[in-house]
């Protein structure tokens, strides 16, 4: 910003309001240059990152597909953070090694950290097996670089969650779970809940 300065003359009956006047002008003439700046800034802002829409990829290992992930906008930050964003909610479905769907995951917001590995879903996020169980949360965190490791913990959360078992034949409640990649070895903290005992099974399962 180019300013022009000019000296004025001391007069000294200046009235007071003229003074008050002269420095209001200089700070108006000041503004709209800072607004300026701000819509610059925004500007770079949002330069930073791409929004995508009606998205569907498909990840796979070699010639394997694992999942296919569909969401109606992704936007991606080109920063040191390499974050993807699905503000409008997403749908991951997972597959075993003959393309036979093993659970899908929905949500109303998800996030994936490139760099950590992890896809961190939350609000309304619903956990649906092949066989009919279902794990209901507001927030499930999927760890990808755990997923082939020996300690089965893939999935995980820190807040409560309920899980229906297959046939409706009750449910769990608990603060906390964890869960391998497949989500056969399912553990929730502090659980409560009730089943219905049939002639086929004593114990209903989730996700087996």
Do not use: W
């Not at 003074?19 to 949002?46: H, M, Q, T």
């Not at 929905?106 to 996030?111: C, E, L, M, N, V």
Request: hydrophobic residues 35%; aromatic residues 8%.
């Amino acid at each position: 910003m180019v300013r022009k300065v000019f000296a004025l003359p001391i007069i000294q009956h200046t009235p007071l309001v003229m003074i008050f006047l002269l420095g209001a002008l200089s700070l108006a003439s000041c503004e709209p240059d800072l607004k300026e700046v701000d819509r610059i800034a925004n500007l770079k802002k949002e330069e930073a990152v791409d929004i995508s829409r009606h998205v569907d990829i498909i990840y796979s290992d070699s010639t394997r597909v694992k999942a296919n992930l569909t969401a109606p906008e992704m936007r991606i930050k080109h920063d040191s953070t390499e974050i993807y964003e699905f503000p409008k909610s997403i749908k991951i479905i997972f597959y075993d090694d003959n393309l036979k769907e093993t659970q899908r995951i929905t949500s109303d917001h998800a996030i994936r950290r490139e760099k950590e590995k992890t896809t961190t879903f939350t609000k309304n996020v619903v956990v649906t097996m092949a066989d009919g169980s279902v794990i209901k949360t507001e927030e499930i965190i999927y760890d990808e670089g755990k997923a082939d490791s020996n300690d089965n913990v893939t999935f995980y959360n820190h807040v409560p969650i309920t899980a229906f078992f297959k046939d409706n034949r009750g449910n769990l409640q608990g603060s906390s779970f964890t869960s391998d990649k497949d989500f056969k070895n399912i553990n929730i903290s502090n659980a409560t809940g009730y089943t219905v005992i049939t002639n086929n099974s004593l114990f209903p399962s989730i996700g087996k």
